[in-house]
């Protein structure tokens, strides 16, 4: 089992920067790599980032020039830095871990961009 915690959403104003944190727990392998995706209202779940456990990062080109995802092994988060916020980023971000047999998903959290 691998637990998910998405912490430190809010309301920011658009052009301000957030950072969110993922906290993984559990028998997480090296197969699996954590991601971040987003829900916008009315939206798909759309990709947004992911890291290995390897520290490879991969970021989708959508927000590529304003998103930075990184991992910390010792205290086992996954942080998602943003900058220059703008109100399509709206939504309910997630983290899960991806690449085993099954896929864990966090609860998340909700980032609001007000323009």
């Known amino acids: 089992q691998v637990q998910l915690v998405e912490s430190g959403g809010g309301l920011v104003r658009a052009g301000e920067s957030l950072r969110i944190s993922c906290k993984v727990s559990?028998?997480?392998?090296?197969?699996?790599?954590v991601a971040w995706y987003r829900r916008a209202p009315g939206n798909e779940r759309e990709f947004l980032a992911s890291?290995?456990?390897?520290?490879?990062?991969y970021v989708a080109a959508a927000v590529k020039r304003r998103f930075t995802i990184s991992g910390d092994t010792a205290k086992n988060t996954v942080d998602l830095q943003m900058t220059s916020l703008q109100s399509a980023d709206t939504g309910v971000y997630y983290c899960?871990?991806?690449?085993?047999?099954?896929?864990?998903w966090g609860q998340g959290t909700q980032v609001t961009v007000s323009s």
């Open positions: 559990g028998r997480v392998s090296s197969n699996n790599a």
């Open positions: 899960a871990c991806l690449g085993g047999p099954k896929e864990y």
């Open positions: 890291i290995t456990r390897a520290g490879d990062t």
